[in-house]
């Protein structure tokens, strides 16, 4: 997925549902790791007390129809798993405060994830990879708005 259309067209809400359905289609018969709905953030979010739909950049409406598609995805495909991976961009901190970031972003959708309903057993983290592996490399606010995420990267359960 180098494309920067494709990383974008994978990002949104939409891809979800397709990429779920494929997944079951194919009986999740890869080991490869795919990208569903990010939750992308607003710079520098979380701080302190805030609440993860104040932390990210969506609207509250993108917000549910994203954690909620993804969270069915999880609870309804038995052999789905997912790494809730959060990131930084290389100009909203450094060093070890990009680690920290991303990981209370992780934390706030791997916490949510749990409290609605999907189990611990099918989740890894959360993880914290800061500024590492950037969806755009570009200097703009769009490609940097790009990399302040968390992602669900999917793994196979085998029963």
């Not at 067209?9 to 990429?19: E, F, H, K, R, Y």
């Not at 993108?62 to 991976?85: H, M, W, Y």
Request: hydrophobic content about 40%; aromatic content about 6%.
């Amino acid at each position: 997925m180098n494309s920067p259309l494709i990383r974008r067209a994978l990002a949104g809400p939409s891809a979800v549902v397709l990429i779920t359905t494929l997944l079951s289609a194919l009986n999740f018969a890869f080991a490869s790791t795919v990208q569903l709905g990010n939750v992308d953030f607003k710079a520098g979010h979380p701080v302190g007390g805030e609440s993860l739909a104040e932390a990210t950049s969506y609207t509250q409406e993108v917000l549910s129809q994203v954690l909620e598609t993804n969270a069915r995805a999880l609870k309804e495909v038995p052999q789905l798993g997912a790494e809730i991976a959060g990131f930084s961009d290389s100009h909203e901190c450094a060093g070890r405060e990009c680690n920290e970031l991303s990981l209370r972003r992780a934390s706030q959708v791997y916490e949510w994830l749990i409290e609605h309903g999907v189990p611990a057993s099918k989740l890894r983290g959360p993880v914290a990879d800061g500024n590492k592996f950037p969806l755009d490399e570009g200097e703009s606010e769009e490609a940097r708005q790009l990399n302040r995420r968390v992602q669900f990267n999917l793994f196979r359960i085998d029963k």
